[in-house]
């Protein structure tokens, strides 16, 4: 079992900066890709990036890239996401997620963090 718990969101102005951080526990960090996804109200969910278990493969979905960062830190069992030029479209609650490897898909969830972003 893994537990993952995101923290770093609020409120910022458009063209600002913000890291979230997702730290995990219950199993070897090392051993999981992990992700990032986000939800806007009266949306559906949206994928944002992924790093692999190595931290060598990264993918992100157009509408961030150039902007966001991907990160990891297995020594602190720790995802970071790094955003900046942040846009109002950016809005979201923001989930992180662990991959094992073993079949298709995500894990396991986090309960998300809210980003805001003003114009």
């Known amino acids: 079992q893994v537990q993952l718990v995101e923290s770093g969101g609020g409120l910022v102005q458009a063209g600002g900066s913000l890291r979230l951080s997702c730290a995990a526990s219950?199993?070897?960090?090392?051993?999981?890709?992990m992700g990032w996804f986000r939800q806007a109200p009266g949306k559906t969910r949206e994928f944002v990036a992924r790093i692999s278990r190595s931290g060598v493969m990264i993918h992100y979905t157009d509408s961030v890239k150039g902007r966001f960062t991907i990160s990891r830190d297995n020594a602190k069992n720790t995802v970071y996401l790094q955003m900046n030029s942040l846009k109002p479209e950016d809005t979201a609650v923001y989930y992180c997620?662990?991959?094992?490897?073993?079949?298709?898909?995500?894990?396991?969830w986090g309960q998300g963090t809210q980003v805001t972003v003003s114009s």
């Open positions: 219950g199993l070897t960090f090392s051993s999981l890709s």
């Open positions: 997620a662990a991959d094992m490897g073993v079949s298709s898909g995500y894990d396991y």
